[in-house]
């Protein structure tokens, strides 16, 4: 029963802005990592941020460090991706997703870490 919702994708030119934001629903949101993740055709999904259940620490994929900010607001069980300097690389569905493991230490970066997922949003970047 546990749902995770994305919104905010779209279409932006390059340099531009966009925030997605994941309401998480049937699941106690404050006691779990949560994390953001892309995918192109004939990739592999890539990890793009993560953010600890206490929202203490973070951790980004080295093509967003310093461009993507993660963060989570949990009186509203929502998790946001802002994203500034958008380019075309970016372009991708992107994902949100909930850790399988209670009050985890450090912030999970592999999808295996992962079990619960939204459907995703798309976001187009063009040139």
């Known amino acids: 029963q546990v749902q995770l919702v994305e919104s905010g994708g779209g279409l932006v030119q390059a340099g531009g802005s966009l925030r997605l934001s994941c309401a998480v629903s049937?699941?106690?949101?404050?006691?779990?990592?949560m994390g953001w993740f892309r995918q192109t055709p004939g990739k592999e999904r890539e990890f793009v941020a993560g953010?600890?259940?206490?929202?203490?620490?973070?951790w980004y994929g080295d093509s967003v460090r310093g461009r993507f900010t993660i963060s989570r607001d949990n009186a509203k069980d929502t998790v946001y991706l802002r994203m500034i300097n958008l380019r075309p690389e970016d372009t991708a569905v992107y994902y949100c997703?909930?850790?399988?493991?209670?009050?985890?230490?450090?912030?999970?970066?592999?999808?295996?870490?992962?079990?619960?997922w939204g459907q995703g949003t798309r976001v187009t970047v063009g040139s």
């Open positions: 953010i600890k259940w206490s929202g203490g620490s973070t």
């Open positions: 997703a909930m850790d399988a493991v209670l009050f985890r230490s450090e912030v999970p970066t592999l999808e295996t870490q992962y079990n619960y």
């Open positions: 049937g699941r106690t949101f404050s006691r779990y990592a």
